[in-house]
């Protein structure tokens, strides 16, 4: 009897069938044949796959960021799927070797328990000297504006923030997908989720502000800090991002536990740093001390002596 293969069956079984896959399943069987390949390279394929994971893709009133043509489905979810490699913890690119894009397009999702809870689409535009020389900060809900959201638990969100250049098509996912750290806000009393990744030496920390008990979240934000607890400038996180988009990426459920670890490991060396500087400091103020004592005393002594 002949061999009866997968590829017997007709193009169209086969492509309703791998649309059913999720992403890493569908790549590694268009690994297998060069039939599945061609069909595993169907655009729309692809496309389903990114709207089934980022709901936010469908908010097509701002800007479709599948409809650029620059932007490639299957590039899409290649890019922002895994991590940000930790190799690309090297320093940015310069200006004589990067054209920094002209616009971001932020595509964001909070989850709770896996089940999408916000979505939203935000347009940067990046070129203004406003924005390259202020702090970098991208705000998905801002507080005067909140969204109500069902009963939830902030240790239970999860977060997806997709940052696109829709010019050179390439993508970076910025959040550490759960959260690395859940604080009380020191004077309202609402919940601040910190999810973070760090890249170049700085920290991207998107903020998820949320009132359980009311039911809203109050504010989502994006921003940058290097390792000197300072701001970085629009230009500067561009730079990083850049250097990101085109750096490599890692899979795997560890990374996640590994965008934990070094978040905290960049924390305690930003405190380590702050503590070395406030003993630098009070060393300075002994001396500073002691060289006026020393000069008041020489002074008082020699009016003593005429």
């Given amino acids: 009897m002949p061999t009866t293969t997968v590829e017997d069956l007709p193009a169209d079984v086969l492509a309703c069938a791998l649309r059913r896959l999720d992403g890493p399943s569908l790549a590694a069987a268009s690994c297998a044949t060069a039939g599945l390949r061609a069909l595993a390279a169907e655009p729309e394929t692809w496309r389903a796959l990114c709207v089934a994971r980022w709901p936010s893709l469908l908010q097509t009133q701002q800007r479709d960021i599948l ?108 959040s550490s997908r759960r959260a690395v750290a859940v604080d009380r806000h020191w004077y309202t009393g609402e919940t601040l989720v910190r999810f973070a990744v760090v890249l170049g030496g700085s920290k991207f920390e998107a903020t998820v502000t949320c009132s359980e008990e009311a039911g809203y979240l109050r504010e989502v934000s994006l921003t940058v800090e290097d390792a000197g607890n300072a701001a970085v400038s629009g230009e500067g996180s561009l730079r990083l991002l850049a250097a990101a988009m085109e750096g490599p990426r890692k899979g795997g459920e560890k990374e996640r536990e590994d965008a934990k670890r070094r978040y905290e490991e960049f924390v305690r060396s930003k405190r380590g740093r702050k503590e070395s500087k406030a003993r630098r400091e009070v ?6 001390s002691a060289v006026g004592a020393v000069a008041v005393l020489s002074f008082l002594a020699s009016v003593v002596l005429r």
Wanted: aromatic share 10%; with cysteine.
């Fill in 67 to 174: 409809g650029f043509a620059a932007v490639s489905p299957q590039r899409l979810f290649a890019d922002a799927f895994p991590f940000p490699s930790s190799s690309t913890d090297a320093a940015p690119v310069t200006a004589a070797d990067q054209c920094l894009p002209g616009e971001l397009i932020s595509a964001v999702d909070v989850y709770h328990k896996g089940a999408p809870l916000f979505s939203r689409v935000v347009e940067t535009s990046t070129s203004s000297s406003w924005f390259l020389t202020s702090p970098f900060r991208v705000d998905a809900v801002e507080c005067k504006d909140p969204v109500p959201a069902a009963s939830f638990s902030p240790s239970d969100l999860e977060l997806s923030w997709i940052v696109v250049d829709p010019r050179s098509g390439r993508a970076v996912n910025v």
């Fill in 283 to 288: 060393l300075v103020d002994l001396c500073c």
